[in-house]
Nanobody
Framework: QVQLVESGGGLVQAGGSLRLSCAAS????????MAWFRQAPGKEREFVAG????????NYADSVKGRFTISRDNAKNTVYLQMNSLKPEETAVYFC?????????????????WGQGTQVTVSS
């Protein structure tokens, strides 16, 4: 089992940047594929980015390609999401998720563990 704690959210102006972090407990972090999802008010939770166990494979939602970068540091049990050129419509709670596999799934239901989320607000 793994526990996830997100941090790094906040208020930023449109066009700005934020870096989210997700710290995982336990000794088996390197055996989990990790992902970031987001959920805006009144909307379904959606996939943003994912990364394989070693970090060798990444996957992004089309809407964030070229602006967001997911990475991980297995020595620190942490996954990151660098978000650049943020847009107001990307205001949401951002969640970290983990699955004990190497494949990077994009569906909410494929992930076994979730953090509590961190709020990102992008002002226009």
């Amino acid at each position: 089992q793994v526990q996830l704690v997100e941090s790094g959210g906040g208020l930023v102006q449109a066009g700005g940047s934020l870096r989210l972090s997700c710290a995982a407990s336990g000794r088996t972090f390197s055996t989990y594929a990790m992902a970031w999802f987001r959920q805006a008010p009144g909307k379904e939770r959606e996939f943003v980015a994912g990364i394989s166990r070693s970090g060798g494979t990444t996957n992004y939602a089309d809407s964030v390609k070229g602006r967001f970068t997911i990475s991980r540091d297995n020595a620190k049990n942490t996954v990151y999401l660098q978000m650049n050129s943020l847009k107001p419509e990307e205001t949401a709670v951002y969640f970290c998720a983990a699955r004990p596999s190497n494949y990077v799934y994009t569906a909410v239901g494929e992930y076994d563990y979730w953090g509590q989320g961190t709020q990102v607000t992008v002002s226009s």
